[in-house]
Structures are given as C-alpha cells and as structure tokens.
C-alpha cells in the first residue's frame, strides 16, 4: 500500500468520527443555563416572596367590639374573713365514758344527727327505781281518791265528821302531790338520759373532733365543733362615707379567697369610738363553693364615674400578664394592659388602651398573630 492510500484511509476514519463528538457543546450549554437559572432564582425570588407575604394582613379570629368608655358604678373594697353563719362546740351535761364517735372532721351532718354517745348504763337501775315510784304513788292515789269518796258519802248521810272527811281529802291531795312528784323525777331522769346522746343542733360540717371512744366525758368538756355551711357571713370595717351607700338587702358583688361571690347586706352597725362602721354581708353556700375562714372583700359601691370597659372574654392571660388582641389598620396586635373591677360580662381597663379601640375576643380554637 502507498502513502497515498494511507492517507485516504486516515481521512476517511476522521470523517466518520466527528458527527458523534458533535453534541458535546449543546449538553455543556444546556447545564451552565440550568445553574445560572438557580442562582439567579435563590436571593431574590425568596426576598420578594417575603415582602409580598409581609404586606398581606393578619387578623385574629374572633368577636370584634370596641372599647366602651361609659359610667360606671365606683366601688372601694372592704377587707374581712368569711365565718360561718353559726358554730357551736358540743358537750355533755352527763359524767361517763365514750362509747361512739360516728363523724369525722369534714363530715357534713344534719340537724338532729345522732353524732357522739356516753354510756349512761348506771342510769338504766335509776330508771327502774323512778318506775317503782311511780307506781307505788299512782297505788296510794287510787286508795286515797277511794278514800276520799267513801267519807265524803258518809260526811253527806252524816255518818262521818266534818273532820274525817277533810282528813280523807287532805290523804287525798298528798297522794296527788307524790305522783306528781315521781313523774317530775321521771322527766328529769329522761332529760338526763337524753345527755348520753350528743345531736347535730343544726346542718353543718364537722370541722374539730376532740373526743374518742374510750375518752372520759366531764360536764361541759368540749366533743365536736359543727359549723353550718349553708351561709357564709363577712364582717368588713368602712368609714361613714361607704356606710351611707348601704342598705339592709342590697346585692354586693365580693370575692372570697379570690372566687366571685354575691352578698346581701344583713346591717351596718357603728364599731365603737371614731367614724368606723362594720358591715355584715351573708353569701349562700349551699353549694359549698367557699371555704370558711377564708380572706374576703366586699365591693362597695360610692358613686358613679368614667370607665373603659371592654368583654372579659378577650382577655389573655399569661402568667401576670393580662392583654388583648387589638385590630390595626393592616395587622392585629397584642398589647399588654392593666384591668380593675368587673361588671358583669365587662372588664375596666386602667390602662393600655383608649375609647373607641376595637379589640378582638379571640375563638377558641385561633392562634393570636405574632403567638
């Protein structure tokens, strides 16, 4: 073969070789546009995505209402403890042993209830010797009243002196007295029995036991102490300005170790020297929502001034925290304020808000923006 047929030979290997490295630049092409693509799309498709999600506004879901700046009814706390309506320490008259002590502290009793019992077994014998008594004056009474009518039938036939029959009827009136006089044993005797058994004298709570089977019961030592827990009554010390905003059976709004309660006035007495006064205010308890002994205010009323008022449902708690969502032009906010009294369903608001704000009681189930 010739040089000239090896040449032919490379050119036409060239030829064939060159259509399949063709392509190469267009692949290349095509991944330098896809990079430059994302990094083009990274920084400033992201920013402008914020700013446009910036703009749009957030709103809490929930009641709107406005900040109501109304009169209101002025009202100054007066301080005292909640005491129960009655209490009393129970004890016996009797001299003996306990037998049973059927309550604990903290049991609720009922009027009458059977609560402790002495043993009064040395009383049965007296029972039975006040019985025989009985008997033997009711036997001379019958023979005397026998007596007395046969004298006065022959006092009227005059068989009989004036003397004799007034002797038959003076039997007669003894006889009377002893059977008076056994009965009169027999009552005292049940009345003594009747100190065996210590009864609830109203409906209450146990709230101290001092007393065990087995303890000996003196005269007058202490057993139990029941206090009624129906009714609550707080003393509270005013002056003679908030004395004067009172009647007997007005309505007071008060709180008793923090818990709303309702109070009606029982009377406003004078506390002694100087221009101090005690108001006493009961609260039905029936539902046994309060605890006795507990601190306690009454709200009383002094007049009337300006206050904002806003629903307590749109408060938020946290911790010592109290706010509300408040509705902007564009964005609700949460703004943090200080609230007083309530009156009803209203809150006053002292600070952190103005009249005619519109404020958002938030649903249950919203997320507060900015939370």
């Known amino acids: 073969m010739t040089h000239t047929d090896h040449a032919r030979r490379f050119l036409s290997r060239t030829t ?3 259509p399949a490295r063709a392509p190469r630049p267009v692949l290349i092409t095509l991944g330098m546009l896809t990079l430059a693509a994302c990094a083009a799309e ?3 498709s992201r920013e402008s995505a914020a700013r446009e999600s910036a703009a749009a506004p957030a709103r809490a879901a929930g009641t709107v209402s406005p900040v109501r700046d109304t009169s209101v009814s002025a009202r100054r706390a007066a301080s005292g403890v909640a005491e129960p309506l009655q209490q009393a320490t129970l004890s016996t008259k009797l001299m003996g042993t306990v037998t049973a002590v059927l309550v604990r502290e903290g049991d609720a009793v009922s009027s009458g ?5 002495i043993d009064a077994r040395d009383l049965d014998a007296k029972k039975l010797q006040v019985a025989a008594a009985i008997a033997d004056a009711e036997a001379m009474q019958a023979e005397a009243s026998t007596h007395a009518a046969r004298f006065r039938a022959l006092y009227a036939d005059s068989a009989a002196t004036r003397a004799q029959y007034d002797a038959a009827l003076t039997g007669l009136a003894r006889a009377d007295a002893g059977v008076r006089a ?4 027999a009552g005292e005797l049940e009345a003594v029995n009747s100190y065996a058994t210590v009864r609830a004298p109203f409906a209450g709570v146990v709230t101290m036991r001092f007393a065990d089977p087995g303890t000996f019961a003196a005269p007058g030592a202490p057993l139990l102490t029941v206090q009624s827990s129906g009714t609550l009554r707080i003393s509270a010390s005013i002056d003679a300005d908030a004395a004067r905003h009172l009647t007997r059976g007005q309505t007071l709004d008060a709180t008793i170790d923090g818990v709303a309660a309702k109070a009606v006035v029982e ?10 006064f005690t108001v006493n205010a009961t ?4 539902r046994a929502l309060y605890r006795s002994g507990s601190a306690a205010e009454l709200l009383i009323p002094t007049g009337m001034k300006r206050a904002l008022l806003i629903p307590t449902a749109a408060l938020i708690h946290e911790g010592d925290l109290i706010g509300v969502m408040v509705r902007g032009s564009a964005r609700d906010e949460r703004r943090w304020i200080r609230v007083g009294a309530t009156q009803g369903t209203l809150v006053e608001v002292t600070s952190g808000l103005v009249a005619g704000e519109q ?10 923006p900015g939370a």
């Open 16 to 18: 064939r070789l060159l």
């Open 42 to 44: 990274t920084p400033a």
């Open 113 to 117: 209830q059977v609560l402790v019992r």
């Open 182 to 185: 056994a009965r009169a044993s």
């Open 267 to 276: 009377g406003v007495v004078p506390a002694g020297a100087g221009n101090l």
């Open 283 to 286: 609260v039905d308890n029936r």
């Open 359 to 368: 404020i958002v009681a938030p649903s249950a189930t919203a997320t507060p």
